[in-house]
């Protein structure tokens, strides 16, 4: 299994709107709809911020939103805020194992 | 509140073996799969394996195949990983994943705060 594609990074300013893309295959990101977005600070573990493509764990603000168009998974931060800064990991099923994305690194500049 | 807290990591030399432990507690552990996520030093995220409640594998990872082995014990609320023939590129954290479903969920819900295996000579 080759690791979802996202990009090395994205920044925006405080109050402003990025996105960050996940791209797989029709075996992983386009044939389920189990993509799931995890938030790692630095030194910490990873927690979840989206799951079955647009789902919010209860907690998680909803300036955070998920979608998908066919292999490509994306997730939205609105209104961005410093402690959005994080490296961003897209994670998803796929039939008998789990791929996650390269991971993205948001930067709130 | 749900923890995880994973022990046995270790400095070990190439070829040799480990486990890894996972002490759950704060849910019902027998009534959840439960997984290993792996993160080398600066690198991205890497499954492992996972297991359904009753200790059916849902799979390893290719680059583990064959010289890792997952287990639970659910009396004891524990989850293992058994490493055989480490080589470098075992090299990572390990952290112990509660998945939300008893079989194979589609995310991870809870991580554990990850105990570090280096190999090297």
């Known amino acids: 299994q080759s690791a979802l594609t996202q990009p090395r990074s994205v920044s925006g300013s405080p109050g402003q709107s990025v996105t960050i893309s996940c791209t797989g295959t029709?075996?992983?990101?386009?044939?389920?709809?189990?993509a799931s977005w995890y938030q790692q600070h630095p030194g910490k573990a990873p927690k979840v911020m989206i799951y079955?493509?647009?789902k919010r764990p209860s907690g998680v603000p909803d300036r955070f939103s998920g979608s998908k168009s066919g292999n490509t998974a994306s997730l939205t931060i609105s209104g961005l805020q410093a402690e959005d800064e994080a490296d961003y990991y897209c994670c998803s099923y796929a039939g008998s194992s789990y791929v996650f994305g390269t991971g993205t690194k948001v930067t709130v500049v | 509140e749900v923890q995880l807290v994973e022990s046995g990591g270790d400095l070990v030399q190439p070829g040799r073996s480990l486990r890894l432990s996972c002490a759950a507690s704060?849910?019902?552990?027998?009534?959840?799969?439960m997984h290993w996520v792996r993160q080398a030093p600066g690198k991205g995220l890497e499954w492992v394996s996972g297991l359904t409640w009753n200790s059916a594998t849902l799979g390893y990872a290719d680059s583990v195949k064959g010289r890792f082995a997952i287990s639970r014990d659910n009396a004891k609320n524990s989850l293992y990983l058994q490493m055989n023939g480490l080589s470098a590129e075992d090299t990572a954290f390990y952290y112990c994943v509660k998945d939300p479903e008893s079989v194979a969920g589609s995310h991870f819900d809870s991580w554990g705060q990850g105990t570090l295996v280096t190999v090297s000579s």
């Open positions: 029709s075996s992983d990101v386009g044939g389920h709809n189990y």
């Open positions: 079955d493509v647009s």
């Open positions: 704060g849910f019902t552990f027998g009534n959840y799969a």
